[in-house]
């Protein structure tokens, strides 16, 4: 990347996921995303494998990834060719996560999730 990129927590658009699931990119390069998810409280993401890394930092909240609460600070990291159960968040969660994009898997239209 040739420049500098900051988003302020207001810039950007939120998109729909999943019953009570958000999601908003942040950056995507390389072939990878950066995205922030908010997953309201009792919403779930069904289980899902990885063929690709995905890492997780959870920011505020709680989630339970195959039966670990991870709390604000705590990092998940789902390696190539893993795949865990289903995501949940019984009392809400905010956390982010880099993926390698896979063009049928997660992803969404760029230029209008980041534009201010």
């Known amino acids: 990347m040739d420049t500098l990129l900051t988003l302020n927590l207001d810039q950007g658009e939120w998109h729909t996921w999943g019953p009570g699931v958000e999601g ?4 995507e390069e390389n072939g990878a995303e950066s995205c922030l998810i908010w997953m309201q409280p009792g919403a779930s993401w069904p289980s899902h494998p990885h063929p690709a890394e995905e890492e997780t930092l959870v920011i505020q909240g709680e989630l339970i990834a195959d039966g670990v609460v991870l709390k604000a600070g ?13 995501l949940l968040a019984p009392h809400g969660a905010l956390f982010f ?11 969404f239209d760029a230029v209008s999730a980041i534009a201010p």
């Open 97 to 107: 996560i880099r993926y390698a994009v896979s063009r049928d898997h997660y992803h």
């Open 24 to 27: 908003k990119l942040l950056a």
């Open 74 to 86: 705590d990092f998940h990291l789902a390696q190539a060719g893993s795949a865990h159960g289903e």
